[in-house]
């Protein structure tokens, strides 16, 4: 495993200030080969000592080595200035996407396809950014005639939590996993006897190892660009493949036929 993979597995356990550190490593690998360690510490706003406490966390025997194991994932790319502000955007894109389908397990996808296709009903439970990727989701298995409900206020997710029954399925969207009530709502649906799936950021995080059903994407916070972050690409991506699954049955694309012929069909009709 190369060390900036080492790095984002064991960030969500990193202390506050040494997380500091990582994410300059991870979202700027050569300009820190760059650095000296002061400069380091002084770029993550924390300290020499915090700077050598996560480097001796990697096995790493002082701050020069960790550098020369950054050098070893240093890859071939074009300068920033040579790219226009879009190719800058699709470079993002493309990094997300890549490493995103990377860490795809088929069979886990297939299983989740095969959750939602025998469940009574499913909650999609997402707060702040990811509320608009629950949303997004609900209303493409609304119209698929399959019984989901987006949950993406903190009280509703509870309460629905609650009522859940052994044939529901709560599917839970969090870039870090580490959304407490998200998790706290999720881990109740479970307990109740729903299956839980998820599709998050960081593989270690609570939300990942709580689930029955997880999907492992690529955090957008650790790729390296300051202007343009979309929380949710990677995800979108995700329940892209899974409605496109889906929709593989007959039966829902049928539904979806007609659900489009209805909105269109009303969308024209005079009154």
């Known amino acids: 495993m190369n060390i900036l993979n080492e790095l984002e597995k064991i960030y969500p356990n990193l202390p506050r200030q040494e997380r500091k550190v990582a994410l300059q490593a991870i979202q700027e690998p050569k300009k ?10 002084a770029l993550a706003g924390t300290s020499n000592a915090t700077v050598t406490r996560l480097v001796n966390r990697l096995g790493c ?3 020069y080595d960790f550098k020369l194991r950054l050098v070893t994932y240093e890859q071939v790319e074009p300068q920033e200035s040579e790219l226009t502000l879009a190719m800058q955007v699709q470079k993002f894109y493309e990094e997300v996407l890549t490493q995103t389908r990377q860490r795809i397990d088929e069979q886990v996808l297939l ?8 469940c009574r009903r499913i909650y999609i439970f997402g707060l702040g950014s990811s509320g608009y990727t629950a949303k997004e989701l609900t209303q493409r298995l609304i119209r698929m005639g399959i019984a989901a409900f987006g949950m993406t206020e903190s009280h509703s997710m509870y309460i629905s939590s609650g009522i859940v029954e052994k044939d529901d ?3 839970a969207l969090s870039s870090t996993g580490n959304t407490a009530e998200v998790n706290s709502a999720a881990k109740l649906g479970k307990q109740k006897g729903a299956t839980l799936i998820s599709i998050t950021g960081i593989k270690d995080s609570p939300l990942y190892k709580l689930s029955d059903l997880a999907i ?3 955090n957008s916070n650790f790729v390296d660009n300051a202007r343009f972050i ?3 690409f990677a995800m979108t991506y995700i329940i892209d493949i899974i409605t496109t699954l889906l929709l593989d049955k007959q039966n829902y ?3 979806m036929d007609q659900t489009i012929e209805l909105i269109t069909s009303n969308k024209f009709d005079k009154h």
Not at 111 to 118: M, T
């Open 216 to 218: 492992l994407v690529k």
């Open 230 to 232: 979309n929380s949710q």
């Open 61 to 63: 025997a002082n701050f």
């Open 169 to 171: 399925v709560i599917l």
């Open 253 to 255: 694309r049928d539904k």
């Open 32 to 41: 820190i080969q760059r650095l000296s360690i002061n400069e380091l510490a």
């Open 111 to 118: 299983e989740i396809v095969a959750r939602i296709s025998h």
